[in-house]
């Protein structure tokens, strides 16, 4: 606890110089205190979303939780697991719609656009909103089909010199297309796990989507594969938004801007992500990052 | 091996290890003993209807000339002629000592009553024919047939066997005139049922089996297919649900008799279908099939992996092109495994079809879906029924061609399953 106060005063005060020196006493009452730390909003954001609630059946597994994802940014959230990080990414594309016994309440608008409004179809809504999962899934197709599929389906192109196109482009942002341009038809499955990978996040800007949620995406993968994938991450910051969700506090301070730390359902704080790795502001927040738990 | 050590944990694991590698051991015999018991009731299987049905693909036949009298064709009618007067007078001719009225009964005895309608269909393909001498391969007699595959004995009393002494020399004197042959027995597998053993074939049970099936495949799959990518896929999971599903599974283990009784109840008594047809038949068999089908491809969708599915949504598929694109071609062998399966059962069973009037006995080869037709099984229930001794190695041979055809099935099924299989 003293380290906290240690460490953390002069942060505090070089960040938001209107709040408190912490002690001992202050420090251990935060434990108790679940109102976001730092400031969740942005100007002109991609996405917000307001006093957003999960829950499964009666289980409240997020707890008003209200953030903003502005653009060309890479957000990541972390926490421990069961912390609802990976649940509430799921809300963004409303993913969670598939999970049997879920129910989202709170406001959450992708460029103004209430997504759970009424006369929104869930389909462009995730043509919009890419999703990259933790463990890759690329269908069992060739390559060209991974990539091709959503453009397909969702009627992008006109012929196949489009679709072509968009496949080997799609390809070349995922920085995997001198890997595989020579056997575009032999099925993706057969590619290595970091490779795989790569496809899916193909697959999901093949549709040019403006954000791209990841749910752990390097958890399954080596460090190698891993360098690769946050470098992507990095270039792709320059198109789109990203939301990721990870394990690795180090992979957070590399790849993301801004960093959101849940825990037990609650956003405890957001911020710069340097800030909130060598100065958090919430005595969970710094529990986490230290080592303490999670 | 075992050395004393310092440590007391370990003599304690030592001691116990014989203990562990004896029941390992035991538990493998067992195993192995339970196998071998099966393979023995299998073979034992095999081989007793193997050696009871073989000989059936044999048929005797005996050469008789025949003089195709332009007198008896004086009518153009040719079913008026009296073709088994040709018969006789050919037969007459071999043995023309044979005079007493009840010799020469015996004596036409040896040849088949189809005989005759073997040389009205000669006549029928070559008008030509009347007038000519011709010597023909006509069947031999069932009995006939029995003694020279050896089922029924010379030695014993000629009162306890169905051929006479004298029929015995006359088929001796045949024998040696090389006027009797055995060849592959081609009417078992082209002509319908009869009453004469030596007349009877498959053929028309086979294509009352394969109309029957046709219309339980076209139904079944269909409708099973579509119920479990609904249940599986779309339904909501609720209480009602839950309770379809108890009940499709209940209805897999009810007893194949009593869709019979629903199917002659509803089909027969209150659409008013006809009995003993394959359409009947084929809709109580899918009755039957579907609860098989449904379970099978619930279980092949259960086994894609979620993460399919989140893919497919996760870049804007809709729930059905979800479906359509990317779960039912992996659970696709699946389920044409389980139907290929439930066909199989469907091609074995006899019970439900009975109540329905399939077991009638049936001549004509059925040539459509409403033709009074009976299948495979039921044929073979019919002839085990029957009290002729050559019906028992037909009933044999005709278990074997249903096996066969089990077989076949089996292998397809393995086959879709290994050859659509998609592996990652």
Not at chain 1, 89 to 113: A, F, K, P, S, Y
Not at chain 2, 215 to 237: D, M, N, R
Not at chain 2, 345 to 350: I, K, R, V
Request: glycine residues 6%.
């Amino acid at each position: 606890m003293e380290s906290l106060v240690e460490t953390a005063n002069p942060g505090v005060l070089s960040a938001a110089g209107k709040e408190e020196i912490l002690s001992e006493a202050t420090s251990k009452a935060l434990h108790q205190v679940r109102e976001t730390v730092g400031n969740p909003f942005v100007d002109n954001p991609r996405m917000t979303c307001r006093e957003v609630n999960v829950y499964y059946g009666d289980k409240k597994a997020i707890n008003n939780v209200s953030i903003d994802i502005a653009r060309n940014e890479v957000i990541a959230m972390i926490g421990p697991s069961g912390c609802g990080k990976s649940t509430f990414l799921r809300c963004l594309n409303r993913m969670n719609d598939t999970v049997e016994g879920c129910r989202v309440t709170g406001d959450i608008r992708l460029d103004g656009m209430d997504i759970h409004d009424r006369n929104v179809d869930v389909v462009p809504l995730r043509a919009r909103i890419g999703m990259v999962f933790q463990k890759p899934n690329p269908f069992p197709k060739s390559i060209y089909d991974n990539v091709a599929y959503g453009p397909k389906i969702h009627g992008l192109v006109q012929n196949k010199a489009e679709l072509d196109e968009i496949v080997e482009g799609s390809l070349k942002k995922a920085g995997l297309w001198e890997e595989v341009r020579e056997r575009l038809n032999q099925p993706g499955t057969g590619l290595s796990g970091g490779q795989q990978q790569r496809l899916c996040i193909a697959r999901a800007i093949a549709v040019s989507p403006e954000m791209i949620l990841m749910d752990e995406p390097c958890s399954a993968l080596d460090p190698i594969a891993t360098a690769r994938i946050e470098e992507l991450i990095a270039e792709l910051r320059e198109q789109y938004s990203i939301v990721i969700v990870t394990h690795s506090m180090q992979q957070a301070a590399r790849v993301s801007q801004r960093t959101a730390y849940f825990h037990l359902g609650d956003l405890i704080e957001v911020g710069m992500t340097d800030r909130v790795f060598t100065n958090p502001r919430h005595q969970l927040t710094e529990d986490y990052i230290t080592g303490r738990f999670g | 091996m075992k050395q004393p050590t310092t440590n007391p944990a370990i003599d304690k694991v030592n001691r116990g290890l014989r203990r562990r590698y004896r029941a390992e051991r035991r538990f493998r015999i067992c195993g192995a003993t339970a196998i071998i018991t099966a393979l023995c009731f299998l073979f034992l299987l095999f081989f007793s209807i193997v050696a009871n049905g073989y000989k059936a693909f044999q048929k005797t036949y005996i050469q008789i000339d025949v003089f195709f009298d332009p007198a008896e064709f004086a009518n153009e009618n040719l079913a008026t002629a009296n073709f088994p007067g040709l018969v006789k007078t050919s037969m007459s001719s071999l043995f023309p000592e044979v005079n007493s009225r009840g010799d020469k009964k015996e004596l036409f005895y040896l040849v088949s009553p189809g005989a005759s309608f073997q040389l009205m269909q000669l006549v029928k393909n070559n008008p030509n024919l009347i007038g000519q001498q011709q010597s023909v391969w006509v069947a031999a007699n069932d009995d006939v047939d029995m003694l020279l595959k050896g089922h029924i004995d010379r030695t014993r009393p000629e009162t306890e066997r169905r051929v006479s002494d004298k029929q015995l020399a006359w088929l001796d004197a045949l024998a040696a005139d090389g006027k009797i042959k055995k060849t592959f027995n081609t009417t078992f597998f082209t002509s319908g049922d009869s009453r004469e053993p030596e007349l009877a074939g498959i053929w028309g049970a086979t294509c009352g089996s394969f109309y029957t099936l046709l219309i339980t495949l076209s139904l079944s799959f269909p409708i099973g297919v579509a119920a479990a990518v609904y249940l599986e896929e779309f339904a909501p999971k609720n209480r009602w649900t839950d309770i379809i599903e108890v009940n499709i599974n209940n209805l897999a283990a009810v007893p194949s008799i009593v869709y019979g009784l629903l199917g002659l109840a509803v089909f027969i008594n209150f659409f008013g279908m006809p009995r003993s047809t394959p359409v009947v038949g084929g809709l109580v068999l899918t009755l039957m099939t579907l609860p098989i089908i449904i379970i099978a491809s619930r279980a092949s969708l259960k086994s894609v992996p979620p993460s399919i599915r989140e893919a497919a949504l996760g870049i804007g598929a809709s729930k059905m092109q979800m479906v359509a694109h990317h779960v039912l071609p992996l659970a696709l062998p699946g389920m044409l495994t389980g139907t290929i399966i439930g066909m199989a059962h469907a091609l074995g069973e006899t019970a439900p079809l009975l109540m329905v009037g399939m077991v009638a006995f049936i001549v004509d080869i059925p040539h459509g879906f409403t033709d009074p037709a009976t299948v495979l099984p039921v044929q073979i229930y019919l002839w085990s029924d029957s009290p002729e001794r050559a019906f028992v190695e037909k009933t044999s041979a005709a278990i074997m061609v249903l096996l066969i055809f089990l077989f076949l099935m089996n292998a397809a099924a393995v086959y879709l399953r290994k050859r659509f299989e998609i592996k990652w």
